[in-house]
């Protein structure tokens, strides 16, 4: 009696190593979108955290009215950040607005972060 081998033809192996192949990419494709969302949230964080600190900063100075231009490098998160803080004149003159704009040191042309608050005259509530 003759055994009867049964098993996957050239062409079935070939459409099942298609099929993985696709679906391989597609996960490898979406971990990689996943990488970078992840890496630009540090990176967004970060700068927020040093916009956040520049106007603590500037609110704790309470010289008035604020310099019109300050700009400055900080580490932090291991990385090196360029901030600038600018100080608006406002329609009411007991308020300034303070924006505070954050580059990353190694890529100074993009901002990556921007922060905009108002300050009132140390004085003006006498």
């Known amino acids: 009696?003759?055994?009867?081998?049964?098993?996957?033809?050239?062409?079935?192996?070939?459409?099942?190593?298609?099929?993985?192949?696709?679906?391989?990419?597609?996960?490898l494709q979406a971990s990689g979108s996943h990488l970078r969302a992840v890496a630009q949230l540090e990176e967004m964080t970060l700068a927020s955290?040093?916009?956040?600190?520049?106007?603590?900063?500037?609110?704790?100075?309470?010289?008035?009215?604020?310099?019109?231009?300050?700009?400055?490098?900080?580490r932090l998160g291991e990385r090196d950040w360029q901030w600038q803080l600018r100080a608006n004149v406002v329609p009411d003159q007991?308020?300034?607005?303070?924006?505070?704009?954050?580059?990353?040191?190694?890529?100074?042309e993009q901002i990556v972060y921007q922060l905009k608050t108002y300050v009132g005259r140390p004085d003006a509530a006498n």
Not at 1 to 27: D, H, P, Q, S, W
Not at 94 to 108: G, H, I, M, Q, S
């Open 1 to 27: 009696m003759r055994k009867i081998c049964r098993g996957f033809t050239l062409l079935e192996v070939l459409i099942a190593l298609a099929i993985f192949a696709t679906a391989g990419a597609a996960i």
């Open 49 to 74: 955290m040093v916009a956040n600190n520049q106007l603590q900063l500037a609110q704790i100075n309470r010289s008035w009215p604020p310099r019109e231009l300050e700009q400055g490098e900080v």
């Open 94 to 108: 007991d308020l300034r607005e303070l924006v505070v704009t954050v580059r990353a040191a190694e890529a100074p």
